[in-house]
């Protein structure tokens, strides 16, 4: 049930309407460090960041922005707070889509950052976050909870489509992992917008991680959802990795190479974890469609190689078999195991 409502970032990036979902993350880079900040966006780019979100603070920022964009190959998400003007610059230096939180901008600017998004195709997040919700909502509510944060996406989605407006995202985060899950449930049920999903300040790389795949997984699996950000207090690639491997767990990133290896035990016979994780490596890179197994032995490793486009497994000490969609393709030592699998990579897709 992903949003049934597709909206376009400036007739780039289509999100909604069961579009595939989007992974985004966001420089931390100064924007007003135009170079670095593109070299950080093409390193996004390569790790296989869908959408790139900037923060927008000043009128330098602004500026930069403009040429940040026209090095950039994906869509451009500037992020504005409390000053209008500024998103008018983005929206005039070619951002894809405008990230506004809409209580801290009054409603003639709205109106007038509203006027310049239909006249060029930039759409609009609404980004409700738990951390600053209208004060005339919070005094109802008592606490920023999700039924308060619902509220203000609804009451802020009105507004733009009293504008005349409907190329828009929302967000509604919480860095409360089921007030975000909860949230999430009740938006989708009460509009039909594409809903941008994560659980914002998630945390270190780990923790972070793991609270992210609860909440966006669980959301995903209900169908809520169109594009992710992993927040994570760290690289920003990790947050792509993170978010791809997301979609990857539920089979919904096409482009991916799925490993199953197994968590070895007393009767493994060769080396799962090297394999493996030379595998990992390897898929960082590569984006075709593919499901690899490495199990240790005879037990599950044939049964789990039938359903793989290339099963591996420990046939016996330091010898593994391997077996290609089906077929058997021969057995060898642990260490040249990697040589043929990217043998057989090649001979699929060149
Ligand atoms: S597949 Fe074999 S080696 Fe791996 S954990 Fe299971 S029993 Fe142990």
């Known amino acids: 049930m992903s949003s049934k409502k597709r909206i376009t970032l400036r007739d780039t990036l289509s999100i909604g309407g069961g579009e595939p979902i989007s992974v ?19 390193s996004a780019v390569q790790a296989g960041c869908d959408i790139i979100r900037v923060s927008c603070p000043s009128r330098e920022a602004a500026v930069s922005l403009g040429e940040i964009i026209r090095n950039t190959t994906i ?10 003007r500024l998103a008018m610059m983005a929206i005039e230096n070619g951002a894809h889509c405008i990230r506004i939180n809409p209580a801290n901008i009054d409603e003639s600017g709205i109106r ?43 009451v802020n989605a009105n ?25 999430y449930r009740k938006l ?5 917008y594409p809903l941008h999903i994560g659980i914002t300040e998630a945390g270190p790389v780990f923790p972070g991680s793991i609270k992210s795949a609860i909440g966006i997984g669980a959301l995903l699996m209900d169908g809520v959802g169109d594009t992710i950000r ?31 290896s197994c968590p070895t035990c007393s009767r493994t016979l060769i080396d799962v974890v090297a394999i493996s994780n030379e595998l990992e490596a390897m898929a960082e890179d590569l984006r075709i469609p593919l499901k690899i197994s490495v199990l240790g032995c005879v037990v ?51």
């Not at 539920?250 to 799925?258: A, E, F, Q, R, T």
């Not at 043929?340 to 060149?350: L, N, P, R, W």
Request: one cysteine or more.
């Open 24 to 42: 985004q993350t966001m420089t931390n880079t100064k924007t007003e460090d135009t170079a670095g900040t593109i070299q950080q966006i093409e």
């Open 75 to 84: 869509p451009v998400i500037a992020d504005i707070h409390f000053d209008y």
């Open 112 to 154: 007038k950052i509203v006027d310049a998004a239909k006249d060029t195709g930039c759409a609009i997040r609404i980004g409700i976050n738990s951390g600053s919700i209208e004060r005339s909502i919070l005094q109802k509510y008592k606490e920023p909870n999700a039924d308060a944060m619902v509220e203000s996406a609804v």
């Open 159 to 183: 507004k733009l489509e009293d504008l005349g407006f409907e190329n828009f995202k929302i967000s509604v985060k919480s860095s409360d992992v089921r007030e975000s899950v909860r949230a």
């Open 188 to 192: 989708a049920q009460l509009v039909d």
């Open 230 to 260: 992993v927040s994570l207090t760290g690289d920003i690639l990790d947050e792509i990795r993170v978010g791809r491997q997301i979609l990857k767990s539920l089979g919904m990133l096409k482009d991916s190479i799925n490993i199953v």
């Open 300 to 350: 599950n490793g044939p049964g789990e190689a039938m359903t793989a486009d290339i099963g591996i497994f420990g046939f016996q000490e330091e010898y593994a078999k391997i077996i290609v969609r089906g077929v058997e393709y021969g057995t060898f030592h642990q260490n040249k195991v990697i040589e043929e699998v990217k043998k057989i990579i090649e001979s699929f897709y060149m």
